[in-house]
């Protein structure tokens, strides 16, 4: 932030000021002054990497999962740290944005680059009250132990007692900072009426089983002991013998995936909140009296809805379930998601509907007002709360404690794969559909096309994606920590 304050502000390190109102009038920026604003760039990009996946994990950290009123806060804590990063939303795409079209660049950098020298003086001030979990090494290395091992012991047999299999008699494991997992086998009982649907996909070998559940096996196999380890009491090579806990963080990491490529989807029909909602919104009315409204900015409805909505899920949605369901946050981290893609479907369901009207008053030259756009907005937003803040916790609760930082990565990854995914589709339905010469469903000029279309579109894919994504929530075991 301050490579990007001082490019906008010293003379030496931003384009002269344009000579007239063509853009060849206007002096091209020197070698010296793009390294610099992309360096800064970058070095946000990087900055970011590193706090986003951490930031949460740290600070559900401070709160203790033995402790019954500790974990119900902890719940809490989730929601209001969303709160928090919308608060910074909000003021960054209104008041910064007016500074910097207003007042200058330079003071709409300086802004917040003073408020992070802030947070980082409050973040190392509050150093003394914080609890630390100490630091397990890196996940990757300890996943590719368990395959290497589990591969060198293919060809034994694993013992009919899983308490032979290897696990230290310590009381935590032999991962720093992380407690023991109890040992599992992959296949959960599931109700009838799913069993049919789920048995048909994932049957294995004539013995009719889940494939995941020959999978947890090999990888069972990285703990089980040799004869020669036995006699010989090496078991300090964890290239070659991984204890119980190991063996489950890598099961647990595969028992995540489906839901992780569930979100994906989720991503897909949230980015057009960016995009083609913007699109759409630029296609209507936007004149109040003399002034035009720009199409960005309605997306600040999403963040006041977030903001909102926030507060009332915590201090009244989640009282009122807990009644019924006995659950201290309310709702299940997977039912919390689910309903947040199943408002999502909705809201670009009301971008559709919002479309074929428009499009039917275009073709008698009449503007729909772009107002109009507030519910799909709102519903995007409702649906932001339940399933971003439940994928974040839910990543958070089930990840084992020694990568809690890797798995709430993840979670992040699920939007950018999602965004990148949304990019392809809508690549591949511009071109597929002008095809011969026609304008396609979303051209330049949306009046031609037909936005609707793709929304619809979207929607199917939000459709089939729910009751996959239901499936797998029944199939999905849990954690289960010593």
């Known amino acids: 932030m301050a490579l990007l304050t001082l490019s906008a502000s010293l003379p030496v390190l931003k384009p002269a000021a344009c000579a007239g109102v063509a853009a060849a009038l206007c002096s091209p920026a020197t070698t010296v002054q793009y390294a610099v604003f992309f360096t800064g760039l970058y070095l946000i990009a990087l900055g970011t990497g590193g706090i986003k996946p951490c930031v949460s994990s740290f600070g559900a950290d401070q709160f203790d999962d033995t402790d019954p009123r500790e974990r119900v806060r902890k719940a809490s804590f989730f929601n209001w740290f969303y709160f928090s990063i919308n608060i910074g939303s909000f003021i960054s795409s209104t008041l910064l944005v007016w500074v910097q079209e207003n007042v200058g660049w330079g003071l709409g950098f300086l802004i917040p680059t003073v408020f992070m020298g802030v947070s980082i003086a409050s973040f190392f001030i509050g150093t003394p009250l914080y609890r630390f979990h100490k630091p397990g090494g890196s996940p990757i290395t300890r996943v590719c132990q368990v395959l290497v091992a589990a591969y060198r012991k293919l060809k034994l047999n694993l013992p009919e007692d899983i308490s032979f299999l290897y696990e230290t008699r310590e009381k935590n494991s032999m991962i720093a900072g992380s407690r023991k997992i109890q040992h599992t086998d992959g296949y959960k009982k599931i109700p009838v009426p799913f069993q049919f649907l789920i048995l048909s996909f994932w049957k294995c070998s004539s013995e009719h089983k889940p494939l995941f559940l020959y999978l947890c096996r090999f990888l069972d196999k990285a703990a089980v ?110 039912q919390r998601m689910g309903i947040g893609l199943f408002l999502s479907v909705l809201s670009i369901a009301a971008a559709a509907i919002v479309e074929t009207v428009r499009l039917q008053l275009a073709q008698d030259f009449v503007a729909m007002s772009i107002f109009w756009q507030i519910p799909q907005y709102i519903l995007m937003g409702i649906a932001e709360v339940f399933f971003f803040i439940g994928r974040v916790e839910f990543f958070y609760d089930e990840s084992p404690d020694a990568m809690r930082s890797v798995c ?75």
């Open 225 to 334: 002991i040799s004869e020669y380890e036995s006699k010989s009491g090496a078991f300090s090579n964890p290239w070659k013998l991984c204890t119980v806990t190991q063996v489950e963080e890598v099961k647990t990491l595969i028992r995540m995936f489906p839901i992780w490529a569930s979100g994906i989807v989720y991503s897909v029909l949230y980015s057009q909140i960016s995009t083609l909602f913007v699109q759409q919104g630029r296609s209507m009315n936007r004149i109040i009296r003399s002034f035009e409204i720009p199409p960005a900015s309605f997306g600040v409805f999403d963040t006041l809805i977030v903001l909102i909505s926030i507060p009332i899920y915590d201090r009244f949605l989640v009282p009122f379930v807990r009644r019924f369901t006995g659950i201290p946050k309310g709702l299940t981290d997977l």
């Open 408 to 482: 709430s990565a993840l979670a992040l990854l699920n939007t950018a794969v999602g965004s990148y995914l949304s990019s392809l589709i809508l690549t591949l339905v511009a071109y597929f559909t002008a095809l011969g010469g026609k304008d396609g469903w979303v051209p330049d000029d949306l009046n031609k096309g037909h936005l609707d279309y793709f929304f619809w579109l979207l929607v199917s894919l939000g459709l089939v994606n729910i009751p996959v994504y239901a499936l797998i929530c029944v199939k999905h075991t849990k954690k289960k920590a010593l």
